[in-house]
């Protein structure tokens, strides 16, 4: 039987309190009891979840929740709940779960809508271009290796062997600096720009700079390429929407919020 990690966040942060409604009840442990509101919250979460909850598996849900209330006695009768390392995690795994909630409520009451995500889609394919390069490059740590490596490739070097025995780039150094075939949306900026203007069968002249290092670039092929039908990217578009959108959220929530941070040394004045 899987309980969803939520469930899971709010069994690890139960209250201790004795407190109890009339009738919200589902056992007792000792003669402390176990809310029968936390047993069906449980059954409806896995239910919601696409799980079939039969009476095999409320006997589980059950069993679960006596063996923890067990345990949390025990705990309790250690003082564990009075530990400050405890308190602090208490509190971190409420403000979790909290957070997380709140986090599924707006993204359902704010649902990225069928325009955001065509839009998204044609911006996607714009980016992507129409054709896909097939490239071979040699990352060097300074611009001065750099153009040592030019300078032997243009005296007939190896590319693919001096690739293996200098290049830095740990995924395509053993295969002789091959990066496969790409669009030229998914590299930084810089070397797709150099790329771009590179001949088949032409290597850059001059060492292109990205924040990975200095690069010695070879074109070995172009050809076409077409973007991938929306139905295979929607969702993922609809994910990073998704995500823009907390952030913006998270960012119009700091703009408005006074905050003082005193971790930060004080300002010299």
């Known amino acids: 039987m899987k309980i969803s990690r939520i469930t899971l966040l709010l069994i690890a942060s139960l209250s201790f309190s004795a407190s109890v409604f009339a009738g919200d009840v589902a056992a007792t442990v000792n003669g402390k009891p176990i809310k029968q509101s936390l047993f069906d919250f449980i059954v409806k979460d896995a239910t919601d979840h696409g799980q079939k909850v039969d009476d095999n598996v409320r006997d589980v849900i059950m069993s679960k929740l006596i063996s923890s209330e067990l345990v949390l006695q025990e705990a309790q009768k250690a003082g564990i709940d009075k530990k400050p390392d405890y308190i602090a995690k208490e509190e971190l795994t409420r403000r979790e779960l909290l957070v997380n909630v709140f986090i599924q409520d ?3 009451n704010h649902p990225v809508s069928d325009s955001e995500t065509k839009a998204a ?3 996607f394919k714009t980016e992507l271009g129409d054709k896909e390069y097939n490239a071979r490059h040699i990352l060097l740590a300074s611009e001065t290796e ?3 490596v030019i300078a032997q490739l243009n005296k007939g070097g190896d590319f693919s062997k001096i690739a293996k025995e200098k290049s830095i780039d740990p995924g395509s150094k053993e295969k002789g ?9 998914g590299m930084v900026k810089p070397f797709g720009e150099a790329v771009s203007k590179l001949q088949k069968g032409r290597t850059t002249s001059d060492p292109v700079q990205t924040q990975f290092g200095w690069h ?12 991938p039908p929306y139905d295979k990217v929607k969702e993922n578009l609809q994910k990073q929407l998704s995500q823009r959108q907390l952030e913006k959220m998270l960012t119009d929530l700091r703009a408005k919020a006074t905050i003082v941070d005193n971790t930060k040394p004080a300002a010299k004045k």
């Open 106 to 108: 707006h993204l359902r």
């Open 121 to 123: 889609y044609e911006k």
């Open 216 to 227: 010695v670039i070879k074109l070995d092929d172009v050809r076409e390429m077409k973007a």
């Open 146 to 148: 750099a153009k040592d």
């Open 177 to 185: 600096g091959d990066l496969g075939w790409f669009a030229l949306g």
